[in-house]
C-alpha cells in the first residue's frame, strides 16, 4: 500500500528529485505552499476520483508576510491557489505519472476571506475531478483552503498538465 502521509522534509526532497517515487517534482522553499501532505487516497473527495489534503503553518515569518502589504500581513491569493495545484502534481505523481507540472487553467476561482499570520494552519483539499492520459497527462480539479474549518478560498476547474 502506497504511503499516504509526508512530511515537510519530504517534500522537499521531492523538489531535490530524492523522493523515491515521487514522479513530478514540488517547488522547493521559499515556493513550497505545503508543509505536510496529510491524506492521500485514490477514492475519496467531492468527486469519489482521489483526494489530498494538505496544510501550511501560518508562521509570521513567512516570506510574503513581510511584503504583502506593510503593517497589514495577509497571504497572497494566488499563493493559495499555486499551493492547490502543486498538490495536484504532487498526487499525479503519487499515482506514478512522471513530468514536470505546468498550470493550464484555472476555472471558478472565489476568495472569501484574507489569511493572516498567526498560530492557525491553512488546509488545503483538493479532490480530483479526472485525470486524462494520453499524449500528455492532464489532470482536472477542484479545492477548497479553509482555516479553522472555514473556507477562505475554493477553486473549480484546477488543470495541471504534466510535460
Known sequence: ????????DE???????EL???GVPL??????????????????????????VGE????PGLWFFQCHFKNDPIMPGTLIIDALLQLVGFY?????????????????IK????????????????SLKKIRERDMII?????????QGHAVCTAEGLILGLK
Open 92 to 108: 499525479l505523481g503519487w499515482l506514478g505519472h512522471e513530468g514536470k507540472g505546468r498550470a493550464l487553467s484555472c476555472g471558478k
Open 20 to 22: 523515491a517515487g515521487a
Open 11 to 17: 517534500l522537499i526532497k521531492c523538489g531535490q528529485h
Open 27 to 52: 517547488p522547493l522553499p521559499d515556493m513550497l505552499m505545503v508543509d505536510r501532505v496529510v491524506e492521500m487516497n485514490r477514492e475519496r473527495g467531492i468527486h469519489g476520483k482521489g483526494e489530498i
Open 56 to 59: 501550511l503553518d501560518l508562521d
Open 139 to 147: 489532470a482536472v480539479a477542484d479545492g477548497i483552503a479553509s482555516v
Open 1 to 8: 500500500m502506497k504511503r499516504k502521509t509526508f512530511s515537510r
Open 111 to 126: 476568495f472569501k476571506e484574507e489569511v493572516s499570520p498567526g498560530p492557525e494552519k491553512l488546509v488545503y483539499q483538493v
